[in-house]
C-alpha cells in the first residue's frame, strides 16, 4: 500500500503535465486554424476509430519491460505518446467551440465594425473558451487515468517495469 501510495503522486503529476500540453496545443492549434475546416485533421481523426491503448502497448510493449532507459527519459516517452495521440482529440472540441462562437452575434458585430481575427480571438472568443477549456481539461485527465489503468492491466507501468522470475513478478520502477 505505501508502495501505490508512494506512486500515485508520480502518476497525477504526469497526468496534469500531459493533459495541459494536450489541451494547450490543441486550443492553440485550434486557434491558430480560426473555426476553419482543415481537410489534414481528418487524417488524425481517422486514428480515433483505433483504441488508444492498442496503439500505445504496441508502441511500448517491447521498451517497457526491463528497460536500458533510466525511469525519466521512459516517462518522457510515455508522455510523448500520450500527447500526441490526445492532440486530435482536443483540437476537434476546441475547434467545434470556436466555430460556434465565430457564429455569435457579438463576433459577428465586432467583424461588421472593422475588428481583425485576432482582435476578434482575444477579446471575443477566448472569454468564452474558459468553461469548455476546464470540461476539456477534466475529460483528458480522466482519460489519461483510464488509459494508464488499462496499461497497467497488461503490466506496463510509467518509467518502465522490472520482470523478476522464478514466478514472474513484474515491478513498477
Do not use: W
Not at 481517422?46 to 517491447?62: D, E, H, K, Y
Not at 521512459?74 to 483540437?91: E, K, Q
Amino acid at each position: 500500500l505505501s508502495l501505490i501510495l508512494f506512486g500515485t503522486r508520480y502518476t497525477i503529476f504526469f497526468c496534469l503535465g500531459t493533459t495541459g500540453a494536450r489541451v494547450l496545443i490543441g486550443t492553440l492549434l485550434a486557434g491558430a486554424a480560426g473555426g476553419r475546416k482543415l481537410p489534414e485533421i481528418r487524417v488524425f481523426q481517422g486514428f480515433s476509430a483505433i483504441p488508444t491503448m492498442i496503439l500505445i502497448f504496441f508502441v511500448l510493449v517491447n521498451i517497457n519491460f526491463n528497460p536500458a532507459l533510466p525511469p525519466p527519459q521512459l516517462a518522457l516517452i510515455h508522455a510523448v505518446l500520450f500527447i500526441f495521440i490526445g492532440i486530435p482529440g482536443s483540437f476537434t472540441a476546441m475547434q467545434e467551440k470556436i466555430e460556434d462562437l465565430q457564429k455569435a452575434y457579438h463576433v459577428e458585430a465586432a467583424r461588421s465594425c472593422g475588428a481583425g481575427e485576432s482582435y476578434i480571438l482575444r477579446k471575443h472568443i477566448l472569454p468564452f473558451l474558459v468553461e469548455p477549456l476546464l470540461m476539456l481539461f477534466l475529460r483528458e485527465i480522466i482519460s489519461i487515468l483510464v488509459l494508464i489503468g488499462q496499461l497497467g492491466i497488461f503490466t506496463i507501468c510509467i518509467g518502465g517495469t522490472i520482470v523478476l522470475n522464478d514466478p514472474p513478478t513484474y515491478i513498477s520502477r
